[in-house]
């Protein structure tokens, strides 16, 4: 079989002893950028300062890791400023309902699966994140490409609509992209 002319007949673009010169200067390389740099009072400070803020913000009702989320914080609000369209009280986000919320959200984006019933209906859901207090409604919706063209869907949906104004104190959401780029958009209420 001939060899591409670019390609040289032993086997490289490098000779042997190329190959194993580049090969102690990558190690040697890698090894450096190993090493830690030493610690000063400073950084130990700046360390213990981020772990206990770290405690702290753990400790502050409300502020989980799916809070911090921009997506999520900003279906919240859109939410409450709708309600307060309908001068409907604004309702608290609830760590619980809003990991309900997310894991179905990613269980939808994942499987394609598109319904209220699936992985366990959203009371199960809501109990298997630890909800305290009484699951209400859940809204889905899929492929709306913004957070108002989601609860326009939402809003133009009776069922939906009638969950989204309810009485309903708490509030989860959760959204997720499937691997074709489809949006899934969940809401999770309770009291």
Known sequence: MARPASIPAHGGLFSPMTRLTLALLLTLTMSASLVAAPTTTESKADEKKEVETKKADAQVPGDA???????????????????????????????????AAQDHAWYMARTGQFSHSVNGGFVSRA?????????????????????????????????????????????????????????????VFGN
């Not at 799916?66 to 608290?92: C, D, E, F, I």
């Not at 009485?167 to 949006?183: D, L, M």
């Open 65 to 99: 890791f799916l809070h911090k989320h921009p997506t999520l914080v900003k279906m919240w609000h859109h939410s409450n400023q709708v309600r307060g369209r309908y001068q409907l009280p604004a309702q608290r986000i609830s760590p619980e309902l809003t990991k």
């Open 127 to 187: 109990r298997r994140h630890s909800y305290p207090g009484s699951p209400y409604g859940e809204i889905i919706l899929y492929g709306s490409p913004s957070i108002p063209e989601c609860f326009n869907g939402w809003l133009n949906s009776p069922g939906h609509r009638a969950i989204l104004l309810s009485g309903a104190r708490e509030v989860g959401y959760g959204y997720a992209i499937s691997a074709n780029g489809t949006a899934y958009w969940v809401g």
